[in-house]
C-alpha cells in the first residue's frame, strides 16, 4: 500500500485539531480495491505470526499526533539520518534516527512530558514517583523540574555513574534518588510500594497509555523526514516495550507496508519469551549489561500492542552489541550506550533482506560512561573471536609455562593476562590465560598446537559467573 506524503504530513495534521481515526483515514484515501490491497499487504508481512495482526489494540494515530503537538516546545526533535557507510555495507537505504541526540540524551523524555503533562494541576502536589535504570529517570526527572513537582526516583544499585549523575542534575531540588535492589524490577516493586504508602502519582516506565503515545511521536518524525516514498523495515529496541508500542502503533496505521522489528538483547528477553508463549512472563535471571533495555518482565499493554504486529522479536548477543557500538564510534563517530546499539546490531541479521530497501534503525540513547569502554572492547573482541579467556591445566614441572609460551602461541598472539601458580603436590593445575590473536584462524592454530602437548583448555564465556571476575 502506498501513502503519499501528505497522508502523514504534520503540515497538513496541524491544519486539524482533530485528527483523522485511522479508520476513517483510510476510509478518505482508498477505494475498496485498495483496501482488499493493504490487507493482503499486512499479511504478507507477518507470515510468520502464529495470528493475524490485531489492530484494535493499537494507540489511534490521533492521540498520538496529539502528544506529538504537546511536546513541539519541550523535546529536541532529533534528525533522521541517512547513514552512508551503514547504507554501502548493507546495499540499502539505512537511516538511523538519532534520540541519542534527545535533550536527555534518550528519547524518554517524550514519554515522561506526556505523562507528567496530563496530570491535573489540583494533583500536582503529590509526589510523583518512578523506578527507572536511568533513562526514564532523567526524563522524569528533567520534566518535574520544568513543572516544579516533587519527584522520587527509585535506580538499580548497579546504575551506571553517568546517568545517576544526570537525574541529580536535570531534576536540581526537585528530585530525590533512591537507589534499591540489583534490576529495574527490584527498583519498580519497591517504588510503587512507597508511592501507595504515600498517595503518590505512578509514572511507569514503559507500561502506562501516556507514556506509549509520547514515544510513539518517534515515528511521527520519522515519517515525515523520510524522503522515500516508504519505510520497507523499521528496527527498534524493545525491553519493557512502551517505545517499541508506540512506534509500532504509528507506523502500523499510517504505513502499514513497513515491516517492524523488535530487537532485545540476548541476555534479557522478556518480550521474545512474552510473545512465544503468548503471555507476559518473568525471567528468573537477566544478564544487566544491556542496563537500558535490562527487564525480567515486559509491560502488559506494550506486549498486547507488540504481540499484534511485529514480524519477529531479534535477540542479539550482548557481544554483538559491544562490536556495533565500537563501530559506531569508530566510523561514525556516534558514542551510544548499550541499548542503543541494539537496533543497528539486527542488521546483519537481516542482511539479504534489507537489500536495496528503505531501513530505519532508532538510536535510543547515549547515556553511556566511558568507564565501561575496556569492557566493552573486550566483550567486542570475545564475540569476533580475537580475544579468549580460558582455564588451562599446565603440568607441574619446571618449563611447563615456558614451553606453552614458546611453542603453542604464533608470532602476532598476544597474552593479556596470566595468573599461574604452582603447586608441587599435584600432577597438572590450573592457570587463568587471556590471550588476543589478529584473526580466529590464529587460535584454531593455538588450539591445535595444545592438543599436540596434551595441555588441555577450558573456555571462558561471559554469560559464566566466573567471568564477572574479569569485567
Not at 521474545?272 to 544478564?287: P, T, W
Amino acid at each position: 500500500m502506498h501513502i503519499q506524503k501528505k497522508a502523514h504530513s504534520s503540515l497538513n495534521l496541524a491544519k486539524n485539531d482533530s485528527f483523522d481515526t485511522p479508520e476513517k483515514k483510510v476510509h478518505h484515501i482508498h477505494s475498496n480495491n485498495e483496501e482488499n490491497t493493504q490487507q493482503q499487504t499486512i499479511q504478507l508481512d507477518v507470515t510468520n505470526y502464529n495470528h493475524p495482526p490485531n489492530l484494535s489494540k493499537l494507540i489511534p494515530v490521533s492521540q498520538i499526533y496529539g502528544a506529538y503537538k504537546r511536546l513541539m516546545k519541550v523535546v529536541t526533535r532529533t534528525p533522521t539520518q541517512k547513514s552512508i557507510k551503514l547504507s554501502e555495507y548493507f546495499g540499502a537505504n539505512v537511516y538511523i534516527k538519532r534520540e541519542d541526540l534527545q535533550i536527555v540524551r534518550s528519547y524518554k523524555l517524550r514519554g515522561a512530558y506526556n505523562k507528567i503533562i496530563s496530570i491535573p494541576e489540583n494533583e500536582r502536589h503529590r509526589t510523583v514517583f518512578c523506578a527507572s535504570a536511568g533513562n526514564h529517570a532523567q526524563g522524569v526527572a528533567y520534566v518535574c523540574n520544568l513543572m516544579k513537582i516533587n519527584c522520587i526516583i527509585y535506580m538499580p544499585t548497579n546504575t551506571p555513574s553517568i546517568k545517576f549523575n544526570a537525574v541529580k542534575s536535570w531534576g536540581k531540588q526537585y528530585a530525590q534518588i533512591e537507589l534499591v535492589g540489583d534490576t529495574f524490577d527490584e527498583s519498580f516493586r519497591a517504588s510503587r510500594d512507597k508511592c501507595s504508602a504515600e498517595n503518590g502519582i505512578y509514572v511507569h516506565a514503559f507500561d502506562d497509555e501516556k507514556i506509549i503515545e509520547g514515544q510513539g511521536t518517534i515515528a511521527v518524525e520519522i515519517l515525515e523526514d523520510i524522503n522515500e516514498d516508504q519505510v520497507d523495515f523499521m528496527f527498534f529496541p524493545v525491553g519493557g516495550g512502551g517505545c517499541g508500542a508506540g512506534i509500532s502503533s504509528y507506523f502500523k496505521q499510517v504505513s502499514p507496508q513497513t515491516i517492524l522489528i523488535g530487537v532485545e538483547p540476548e541476555g534479557s528477553p522478556s518480550m521474545y519469551e512474552a510473545i512465544k508463549q503468548q503471555q507476559v512472563v518473568e525471567l528468573e535471571s537477566i544478564n544487566t549489561f544491556v542496563d537500558g533495555a535490562a527487564i525480567k518482565k515486559s509491560g502488559a499493554k506494550p506486549f498486547e500492542i507488540l504481540n499484534s504486529v511485529l514480524k519477529e522479536v531479534v535477540l542479539i548477543p550482548e557481544g554483538h552489541v559491544c562490536t556495533t557500538m565500537m563501530k559506531l564510534f569508530n566510523e561514525e563517530g556516534i558514542l551510544v550506550e548499550p541499548a542503543g546499539a541494539l537496533a543497528i546490531s539486527a542488521l546483519d541479521k537481516f542482511k539479504e533482506q534489507i537489500k536495496g530497501k528503505t531501513v530505519v534503525c532508532l538510536i535510543s540513547g547515549s547515556n553511556n560512561d566511558l568507564g565501561r569502554m575496556t569492557d566493552i572492547r573486550m566483550l567486542s573482541e570475545i564475540h569476533q573471536g580475537l580475544q579468549y579467556y580460558m582455564f588451562v591445566n599446565f603440568f607441574q614441572k619446571p618449563g611447563a609455562l615456558k614451553q606453552f609460551l614458546i611453542q603453542c602461541l604464533g608470532p602476532t598472539d598476544e597474552i593479556t593476562n596470566l595468573e599461574y601458580t604452582r603447586k608441587n603436590n599435584r600432577e597438572k593445575g590450573p592457570a587463568l590465560v587471556g590471550v588476543k590473536v589478529r584473526k580466529p584462524q590464529d587460535f584454531e592454530a593455538m588450539k591445535n598446537k595444545m592438543e599436540e602437548l596434551k595441555i588441555t583448555h577450558r573456555i571462558l564465556q561471559p554469560n559464566q559467573e566466573i567471568f564477572k571476575m574479569l569485567l
